[in-house]
């Protein structure tokens, strides 16, 4: 009875210490997670819909990016990249430049609500400074390194933000539109900026690079500037092809230039926010 008893209980603390160290290593796990919650900020009488990620473990105060949406909209890719920015160790809020979270369903929407913004760089302005507000106002938030990254509309976006001056460490801008509505300024731009751009993207000619490239060397700005060869708009997005596919657009996914212009932008951020 004695040997019988020993080993009831010898098996009962085995099996508390299996079940608490299974217990320990899903909340490690868990840890292991980028935290995410809903944000919401006016601008005048236009209620904004972002979407803020944290680090899964943080120590002190991060760097803060902001992450500026393609021309669809505040949608899960833009919140896929602030998770992404997060696993990296960065507050990212992913912005919402169009208001109330609205998406575009059609390329002419998308068309409609990007000209309404970069249309009138006052609106675009005052909605991508509160963002920015907002970001810097976060305690998890380091206000003295701050960068913004953008996709397609976002990308000019955030290149347009930098030309007026806006205090930036460092802006990456991925397939953008070159074309912007306010050129540099002699020592007005502050960050180091990197544009990644498809090499057979027909939406951003040679004229438009030779051009932009010469602005940015005329205002004196620390700028790199990638081509990456075939690939076409919107190569950083996985669901670009089939977009291109349904609206006959020359939108495709690239993987490799995908990967290698998220190291880029990895290799602007070590240098200019660590």
Request: charged share 20%.
């Amino acid at each position: 009875m004695k040997h019988l008893i020993s080993f009831i209980l010898f098996t009962l603390l085995f099996f508390s210490a299996c079940s608490h160290k299974e217990a320990a290593e899903d909340q490690a796990a868990n840890l292991q997670q980028p935290t995410s919650k809903e944000v919401s900020y006016a601008v005048d009488t236009t209620t904004m819909k972002g979407y803020m990620a944290y680090p899964a473990k943080i120590e002190g105060k991060k760097p803060g990016i902001l992450v500026v949406h393609e021309w669809w909209g505040h949608n899960d890719y833009a919140r896929k990249r602030a998770d992404m920015l997060a696993d990296l160790g960065y507050v990212a809020l992913a912005v919402d430049m169009y208001g109330d979270g609205r998406q575009a369903a059609h390329p002419e929407d998308a068309q409609k609500f990007a000209m309404s913004v970069m249309g009138n760089l006052e609106t675009a302005k005052a909605r991508f400074m509160k963002a920015l507000e907002t970001l810097k106002a976060d305690p998890q938030v380091d206000a003295n390194k701050i960068g913004a990254i953008g996709y397609c509309f976002g990308g000019s976006v955030v290149l347009s933000m930098a030309n007026t001056g806006v205090d930036l460490q460092a802006v990456a801008a991925f397939h953008a539109g070159l074309q912007l509505p306010i050129q540099p300024a002699k020592g007005q731009v502050k960050a180091k900026v990197l544009v990644c751009n498809g090499g057979a993207d027909p939406m951003v000619t040679e004229e438009h690079i030779t051009n932009f490239k010469q602005s940015m060397k005329d205002a004196g700005v620390d700028l790199k500037f990638v081509s990456y060869e075939g690939a076409q708009h919107a190569f950083t997005n996985p669901g670009a092809t089939d977009m291109g596919k349904k609206f006959s657009l020359p939108l495709a996914y690239d993987e490799t230039a995908d990967q290698e212009s998220w190291q880029e932008l990895k290799n602007l951020f070590a240098s200019t926010l660590q």
